[in-house]
């Protein structure tokens, strides 16, 4: 059963198709949860970067990102940009994942991502973990795939920028890029914010969500 407020949050998974997607789509989310919950496991798994100077920037960054949590992370090595041509490996990975997680809450790419790697690993998750809560993360990119998201986590303005900060310290492999930037994270962060009434916010989408508004 897939519920609004749930209660209590004890288990986590999130997922990325590369190293710092999970950071730029839901790190302030994990940095809500996490503080808010000391201990709360987090399963993670990246589908590309393993073996080399990504997934250490994506080690210590999701260290940074799930203060105090219990952080279990996988990063594989598949190959970045090619992903819908290993779907079998990528499904493998997602439904190990599943089987060794029970999770309150998923943290995913949305599957109107415009990018091939991250649409293909969101239609997985939706199959893998249909009774879960899934929530779709988005990423700004050169493609403009932005939509209307339904689902808002508000964060205060400290919150929005330690983000920015561990995005902008834990990843410099990924510096040279124009659109990685403060000015890029803290603007979509506040247009989310302006949505649903606060100064700043991370923006998801819902594909299915049941009620549970009598309980």
């Not at 993670?44 to 393993?50: F, Y």
């Not at 989310?192 to 299915?208: D, M």
């Amino acid at each position: 059963m897939i519920r609004l407020g749930a209660g209590p949050l004890e288990r986590i998974v999130a997922v990325g198709a590369h190293c710092d997607d999970i950071a730029i789509g839901a790190g302030g989310a994990l940095l809500t949860l996490c503080s808010a919950r000391p201990g709360v496991r987090v399963d993670a798994l990246v589908l590309t970067g393993g073996g080399g100077e990504r997934e250490q920037e994506e080690r210590a960054a999701l260290a940074a990102f799930c203060p105090g949590a219990d952080l279990r992370l996988t990063v594989l090595k598949l190959p970045d940009g090619r992903l819908p041509a290993y779907w079998e490996e990528a499904k493998r990975a997602v439904e190990e994942l599943r089987g060794r997680s029970e999770p309150d809450v998923v943290l995913a790419p949305r599957t109107e991502d415009a990018h091939q790697d991250h649409r293909g690993l969101a239609q997985l998750m939706s199959t893998a973990f249909r009774d879960h809560l899934v929530l779709g993360y988005e990423i700004a990119k050169w493609d403009g795939d932005l939509g209307r998201p339904v689902a808002y986590q508000p964060l205060p303005a400290q919150t929005a920028e330690r983000k920015v900060r561990l995005l902008l310290d834990h990843y410099p492999s990924q510096r040279h890029r124009p659109w990685y930037d403060r000015e890029a994270f803290l603007g979509l962060a506040r247009i989310r914010g302006i949505e649903c009434h606060e100064r700043y916010a991370e923006a998801f989408a819902v594909t299915k969500l049941t009620l549970n508004l009598g309980g």
